[in-house]
């Protein structure tokens, strides 16, 4: 069975850092494209940043210079280092898993954690 | 990099069938035959439900079924059951990213 278990969250103050961690289990991670979505208080989901199998990393402009995704396959895990986290960074982050992934996209995401919570705040 | 456009709330009796429409531009929906469907119960992963616009995982029921005409694509839920009553999401391919809806919450009345 495919499991996806995020940690790392909490509180944090603006400007500040987090770094959210991935661990997969019940499939070949390193052969897979991983990504971050999140998904702020009463908003929809919003992709945050993928990395390839060979670890190219991909983020959309409103985290670019800020996030950094990474991968450690030998550990079956991915993570998220977030630095210079703003209000508009609270959110529930997701882990997924991306299928037939170009670049920064993917056709579909099959597998997702639990999600984890991300405040930035005073 | 604008977020798809869904109704917020659909609802129907048991039974009926409901459609969520989830409207892009011809720079996603329009462009690519990637569109996937999540459902999403609340303090809970989101699950997939369809993906390639009618795709259906191993385990969904026949009951969702997908579709796309231009840049709106379409989730119908038919025969709906009381576990059906949750949020769900569309999610297109755009080339660069992959860009999502914002959520149509489904009530079972």
């Known amino acids: 069975e495919v499991q996806l278990v995020e940690s790392g969250g909490g509180l944090v103050q603006p400007g500040g850092s987090l770094r959210l961690s991935c661990a997969a289990s019940?499939?070949?991670?390193?052969?897979?494209?991983m990504h971050w979505v999140r998904q702020g208080p009463g908003k929809g989901l919003e992709w945050v940043s993928g990395?390839?199998?060979?670890?190219?990393?991909y983020y959309p402009d409103s985290v670019k210079g800020r996030f950094t995704i990474s991968r450690e396959d030998a550990k079956n895990s991915f993570f998220l280092q977030m630095n210079s986290l703003r209000a508009g960074d609270t959110a529930v982050y997701y882990c997924?898993?991306?299928?037939?992934?170009?670049?920064?996209?993917?056709?579909?995401?099959?597998?997702w954690g639990q999600g984890i919570l991300v405040t930035v705040s005073s | 990099q604008s977020a798809l456009t869904q109704p917020r709330s659909v609802s129907g009796s048991p039974g009926q069938s409901v459609t969520i429409s989830c409207t892009g531009t011809?720079?996603?929906?329009?462009?690519?035959?990637?569109i996937s469907w999540l459902q999403q119960y609340p303090g809970k992963a989101p699950k997939l439900i369809i993906f390639?616009?009618?795709k259906r995982p191993s385990g969904v029921p026949a009951r969702f079924s997908g579709s796309k005409s231009g840049n709106t694509a379409s989730l119908t839920i038919s025969g709906l059951q009381a576990d059906d009553e949750a949020d769900y999401y569309c999610?297109?391919?755009?080339?660069?990213?992959?860009?999502f809806g914002g959520g149509t919450k489904v009530t079972v009345l």
């Open positions: 011809s720079s996603d929906v329009g462009a690519y035959k990637y």
């Open positions: 990395i390839g199998t060979a670890g190219d990393t």
């Open positions: 019940g499939f070949t991670f390193s052969i897979f494209d």
């Open positions: 390639d616009v009618t």
């Open positions: 999610c297109s391919f755009a080339g660069a990213y992959n860009v």
């Open positions: 997924a898993r991306g299928r037939y992934c170009s670049g920064g996209a993917c056709r579909y995401f099959d597998s």
